[in-house]
């Protein structure tokens, strides 16, 4: 059942922080900020199925001491570093209201980076979010919870009101910047009250909304070619309040496809939000 939308009195009751979706959201994350202080490390029955294989790792060290190394956009790898910054994207409370379950083991996660947070991801100065209250077309033209808008209106916490859900199948949410735009970011948020991996993540830009000819594929973590879309080679990842960041590699293009078939969890797909960093086209 979907809540009423009033942004000035939203709270979730009973918040409880777990591993999964506190992970990537705890202080001095490089790769965002949040307001929380302190979390706790992932289970040991999580370590077990997604974890690093070193058996000597410890658990509460191994994410929340350990980030990432900063990832410099390839676009990017040219310029002076007194031209550079970590992407100044804020992320969501680190909160989760769902008991996690256990996820399947036929996933493509690498164990080795799954608790891991990401590093800062550094990208030339002065990127804005060119997606915040765009129009957003779905594939699904009657969402089962939410509307299209929610997508791109900045808010990305997923409390109840706040995200879409779609049906099963494949199914798509396009973002139109209005205008060909420099993309260096796509961070993409699908549902972080649990720690849960979406089937067949797929991310396209093009300048043609119908996505018939031009189109340029950004990521695809579809490696059996199930959706259709052509076989990817990028790996399944588990949901946490970070989101995923893909890199725009400075393409010019004025239409963002996202796609998913579905998630460990339940047949659906959903979305809270898909946020676009890059620059106008002058």
């Given at each position: 059942?979907?809540?009423?939308?009033?942004?000035?009195?939203?709270?979730?009751?009973?918040?409880?922080?777990?591993?999964?979706?506190?992970?990537?959201?705890?202080?001095?994350?490089?790769?965002?900020?949040?307001?929380?202080?302190?979390?706790?490390?992932?289970?040991?029955?999580?370590?077990?199925?997604?974890?690093?294989?070193?058996?000597?790792?410890?658990?509460?060290?191994?994410?929340?001491?350990?980030?990432?190394?900063?990832?410099?956009?390839?676009?990017?790898?040219?310029?002076?570093?007194?031209?550079?910054?970590?992407?100044?994207?804020?992320?969501?409370?680190?909160?989760?209201?769902?008991?996690?379950?256990?996820?399947?083991?036929?996933?493509?996660?690498?164990?080795?980076?799954?608790?891991?947070?990401?590093?800062?991801?550094?990208?030339?100065?002065?990127?804005?979010?060119?997606?915040?209250?765009?129009?957003?077309?779905?594939?699904?033209?009657?969402?089962?919870?939410?509307?299209?808008?929610?997508?791109?209106?900045?808010?990305?916490?997923?409390?109840?009101?706040?995200?879409?859900?779609?049906?099963?199948?494949?199914?798509?949410?396009?973002?139109?910047?209005?205008?060909?735009?420099?993309?260096?970011?796509?961070?993409?948020?699908?549902?972080?009250?649990?720690?849960?991996?979406?089937?067949?993540?797929?991310?396209?830009?093009?300048?043609?909304?119908?996505?018939?000819?031009?189109?340029?594929?950004?990521?695809?973590?579809?490696?059996?070619?199930?959706?259709?879309?052509?076989?990817?080679?990028?790996?399944?990842?588990?949901?946490?309040?970070?989101?995923?960041?893909?890199?725009?590699?400075?393409?010019?293009?004025?239409?963002?496809?996202?796609?998913?078939?579905?998630?460990?969890?339940?047949?659906?797909?959903?979305?809270?939000e898909i946020e676009v960093w890059g620059?106008?086209?002058?």
């Amino acid at each position: 059942m979907m809540l009423s939308r009033s942004r000035a009195i939203v709270s979730t009751i009973a918040v409880t922080l777990t591993f999964g979706a506190a992970l990537c959201g705890c202080d001095n994350n490089p790769g965002g900020s949040s307001s929380n202080a302190s979390v706790p490390p992932p289970t040991a029955s999580m370590l077990s199925q997604y974890g690093p294989t070193n058996n000597e790792t410890n658990a509460s060290s191994f994410w929340m001491y350990q980030p990432l190394p900063p990832v410099r956009a390839i676009a990017a790898r040219g310029l002076a570093a007194s031209d550079l910054e970590p992407l100044p994207m804020e992320l969501p409370m680190a909160a989760t209201v769902c008991t996690p379950k256990p996820l399947p083991r036929f996933t493509t996660i690498n164990r080795n980076v799954a608790f891991r947070r990401r590093g800062s991801f550094i990208v030339p100065n002065g990127l804005v979010v060119l997606s915040r209250n765009k129009q957003v077309t779905l594939s699904d033209v009657d969402p089962i919870v939410g509307d299209a808008p929610l997508i791109t209106d900045g808010y990305k916490q997923g409390s109840d009101g706040d995200w879409l859900e779609m049906g099963p199948g494949r199914q798509w949410a396009q973002v139109d910047l209005a205008a060909p735009a420099e993309i260096w970011a796509i961070v993409i948020w699908h549902y972080h009250a649990e720690p849960r991996v979406y089937r067949d993540v797929i991310v396209q830009v093009s300048n043609d909304p119908e996505f018939s000819k031009d189109v340029f594929t950004l990521f695809n973590n579809d490696q059996d070619n199930s959706s259709g879309l052509g076989a990817g080679k990028d790996n399944e990842y588990l949901e946490f309040t970070e989101g995923k960041l893909v890199d725009g590699l400075a393409t010019k293009a004025r239409y963002i496809r996202c796609y998913s078939n579905g998630n460990t969890s339940d047949a659906q797909n959903h979305l809270i939000e898909i946020e676009v960093w890059g620059k106008p086209v002058k």
